[in-house]
């Protein structure tokens, strides 16, 4: 890539490490490429014990999605990724921004291939309900009938749904692979503010992927 963006955390401890090391760091995410993304200290441990020598844990992350990524480096601001800046708070400051478009096999930033954040599992998108062998990832009210499930928000609250997107779609994955469910049913989330980003997340990890074969329900 010919650019580098720049990410200033606003959480303590990041901060802490960051004065301690005295200097910017690089570091990649703390989960196996591809998959769902960490939002708390055992996601990481679950992927990633034994193969790393410590978690700092600053707690659940409050947001949940990942930060969002701006280009400025041409005549107009893209948003390359959706994240915690919605498209609205970033134009209630500078004005209008594009939604990149490009080819998914040459990424301009980081969570932009077809197939990121990905489960096990295959996801479905926009469900109504689900079948006998599905786990439901719900958007307020379950529908009738519905078995596993995981609620992002009772009250349909986007930042809510936001902060639990990856926990929820963790639990589902793990809890449905142990009761031998085929596959997670997601329910339509909608696509302003923070809904932007969970859909993103939600149609990469539905995309099909080089090893969909290999995978359960696939």
Excluded: K, W
């Excluded at 479905?124 to 719900?138: D, H, K, Q, S």
């Amino acid at each position: 890539l010919d650019t580098v963006a720049l990410r200033v955390p606003a959480h303590p401890l990041a901060r802490a490490v960051l004065a301690a090391t005295g200097r910017p760091v690089a570091a990649p995410s703390a989960n196996v490429s591809g998959r769902v993304s960490p939002t708390a200290a055992e996601h990481v441990l679950a992927e990633l014990d034994g193969r790393i020598d410590a978690v700092l844990d600053g707690g659940p992350c409050a947001v949940g999605v990942e930060s969002s990524v701006l280009d400025l480096s041409g005549p107009d601001a893209v948003l390359l990724r959706p994240g915690g800046a919605t498209r609205e708070e970033i134009e209630a400051v500078i004005g209008p921004v594009l939604l990149a478009e490009g080819a998914a096999d040459a990424p301009r930033a980081p969570g932009m291939l077809a197939s990121h954040y990905a489960p096990v599992l295959p996801v479905r998108l926009g469900a109504t309900e689900a079948g006998p062998t599905e786990a439901l990832l719900a958007f307020g009210p379950a529908p009738p009938g519905a078995g596993l499930t995981f609620d992002l928000s009772p009250s349909r609250d986007l930042v809510e749904a936001a902060a639990r997107l990856f926990a929820g779609l963790r639990f589902l994955d793990t809890e449905g692979r142990r009761r031998g469910l085929v596959r997670i049913a997601a329910m339509a989330v909608p696509p302003e503010g923070l809904g932007l980003a969970i859909n993103d997340r939600l149609a990469r990890a539905a995309a099909p992927r080089p090893d969909h074969a290999a995978r359960p329900g696939g």
